[in-house]
């Protein structure tokens, strides 16, 4: 059935039910003397490249490949558009190797056909710290699919990972592998609902008309509570003892510093945005949300061509209510002319989905480890990991 994945150290369906098999690495770590030095074969039109996504030339090739080829939803009406700063954002993190960025080329036309990338992180699983390598954007030109080339790549990436000696990963994917360590559900809440309803992204509800529809999602004109303002520079200390504190609960999360909340979580326009609540008599901050700015292509629509979505990122509430903190992100991102924004069912998200008018949407998200076994299947509020 999977005839690449059943050669890898990952879960395996077979073994899903045993409580006796030890949680933690698969197999041990190799010396590095053992690691393979020389690339995986391509078949010989292909190459490898080593992407560098600090150029603004490497990140157009790189973005007119996804935007072209990356994930549709089941009836490919909408494509992930990630823009050119969000791959920088995301692919140059603090300590990223550009040896983990990796494109496949056409050797006589130097068209580039097919990515795959990885960045390091620090993963708490349990008790355990582990250093890990997140896999994403894993893409294959539409005209050369189902060849077999998608396990070379992996492979490859794996090998480089290798050589940092690193020996886990983690990765999410719309599709059921070998063996997922748990499943979310997205939801989505309307911000836009007429031009989500006039793309096929949603639907007229039953007896309901479009000015009932447009009142139904009808949010204030600005956040409500006292002291909600913008993440700045100098907030970095606060918000990741903030972050750090609230990570603790899940069994599987980033163990992020002070270096990785900058670049993860200081505001990026139509990257990355994050507000935070400052007391207004102690200055203390006490409450941290955020979202991430990744519009999708909107395929075959006369009227319209971009669906400008939110993705609820890192929250933290100690001090507002989570219900009211989500509100007020719903609230910016209406202003910001967003026309959805989408969260996970992970951490403490179940709180306020329903109560804010989210919408179960129709498709999953299933997260994996790399060389690295769980006893059981995790329920999606034991997550407090977003991947990109
Ligand atoms: S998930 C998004 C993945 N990308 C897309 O869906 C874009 C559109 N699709 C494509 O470009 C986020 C192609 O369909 C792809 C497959 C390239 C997906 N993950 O080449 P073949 C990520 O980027 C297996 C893993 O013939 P193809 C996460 C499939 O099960 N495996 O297929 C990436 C089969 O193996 P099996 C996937 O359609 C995580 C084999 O590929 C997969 O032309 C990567 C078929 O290959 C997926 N999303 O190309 C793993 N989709 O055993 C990282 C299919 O079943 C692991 N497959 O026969 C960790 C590595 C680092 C370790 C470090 C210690
Ligand atoms: C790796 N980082 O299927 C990510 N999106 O529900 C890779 N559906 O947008 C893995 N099909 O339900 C990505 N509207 C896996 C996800 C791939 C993309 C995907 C789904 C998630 C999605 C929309 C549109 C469906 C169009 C037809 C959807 C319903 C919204 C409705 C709003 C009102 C309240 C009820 C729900």
């Given at each position: 059935r999977h005839k690449f994945w059943e050669t890898q150290p990952v879960g395996q369906f077979k073994?899903?039910?045993?409580?006796?098999?030890?949680?933690?690495?698969?197999?041990?770590?190799?010396?590095?003397?053992?690691?393979?030095?020389?690339?995986?074969?391509?078949?010989?039109p292909y190459e490898w490249i080593t992407c560098d996504m600090e150029s603004t030339e490497m990140c157009t090739e790189v973005y007119n490949l996804l935007s072209n080829n990356y994930v549709e939803d089941d009836e490919n009406m909408f494509r992930f558009n990630y823009s050119k700063e969000?791959?920088?954002?995301?692919?140059?993190?603090?300590?990223?190797?550009?040896?983990?960025?990796?494109?496949?080329?056409?050797?006589?036309?130097?068209?580039?056909?097919?990515?795959?990338?990885?960045?390091?992180?620090?993963?708490?699983?349990?008790?355990?710290?582990?250093?890990?390598?997140?896999?994403?954007?894993?893409?294959?030109?539409?005209?050369?699919?189902?060849?077999?080339?998608?396990p070379v790549m992996i492979k490859e990436v794996t090998r480089r990972v290798h050589l940092e000696d690193i020996w886990q990963a983690a990765y999410t994917a719309g599709v059921v592998l070998p063996t997922p360590i748990s499943t979310c559900q997205y939801w989505h809440r309307s911000l836009n609902p007429k031009k989500l309803i006039d793309v096929g992204f949603s639907r007229l509800g039953a007896r309901m008309t479009m000015s009932r529809t447009i009142k139904l999602y009808k949010l204030p004109e600005s956040t409500v509570t006292p002291g909600f303002r913008k993440m700045e520079l100098r907030d970095v200390p606060?918000?990741?003892?903030?972050?750090?504190?609230?990570l603790m609960q899940f069994l599987v999360a980033p163990d992020l510093d002070e270096t990785d909340v900058e670049h993860w979580l200081l505001p990026k326009e139509d990257v990355v945005d994050s507000f935070l609540v400052e007391c207004p008599e102690t200055h203390k901050i006490t409450d941290f949300c955020s979202f991430y700015t990744l519009p999708s292509s909107i395929l075959g629509n006369a009227n319209h061509s971009i669906l400008k979505a939110a993705y609820s990122y890192y929250n933290v509430s100690t001090k507002t209510p989570l219900l009211q903190l989500i509100n007020d992100a719903l609230i910016v991102?209406?202003?910001?002319?967003?026309?959805?924004?989408?969260?996970?069912?992970?951490?403490?998200?179940?709180?306020?989905?329903?109560?804010?008018?989210?919408?179960?949407?129709?498709?999953?998200?299933?997260?994996?480890?790399?060389?690295?076994?769980?006893?059981?299947?995790?329920?999606?509020?034991?997550?407090?990991?977003?991947?990109?």
């Open positions: 073994d899903l039910g045993d409580s006796s098999l030890p949680e933690g690495p698969i197999e041990p770590a190799s010396p590095l003397s053992e690691v393979k030095q020389e690339p995986y074969n391509l078949p010989s969000f791959l920088h954002w995301a692919l140059c993190p603090p300590g990223h190797y550009k040896s983990w960025h990796i494109g496949v080329r056409v050797k006589s036309s130097k068209k580039l056909v097919a990515f795959i990338t990885g960045v390091p992180a620090r993963l708490r699983v349990r008790d355990s710290i582990v250093q890990m390598a997140e896999i994403n954007f894993l893409c294959v030109h539409k005209k050369l699919r189902t060849k077999r080339l998608a606060a918000v990741t003892r903030l972050l750090r504190n609230y991102a209406k202003q910001k002319d967003y026309d959805v924004f989408n969260a996970l069912d992970v951490m403490q998200n179940e709180s306020f989905l329903k109560e804010l008018k989210f919408g179960p949407g129709d498709g999953k998200l299933h997260y994996y480890l790399y060389n690295y076994r769980l006893k059981h299947v995790l329920r999606p509020s034991e997550l407090g990991l977003v991947l990109l």
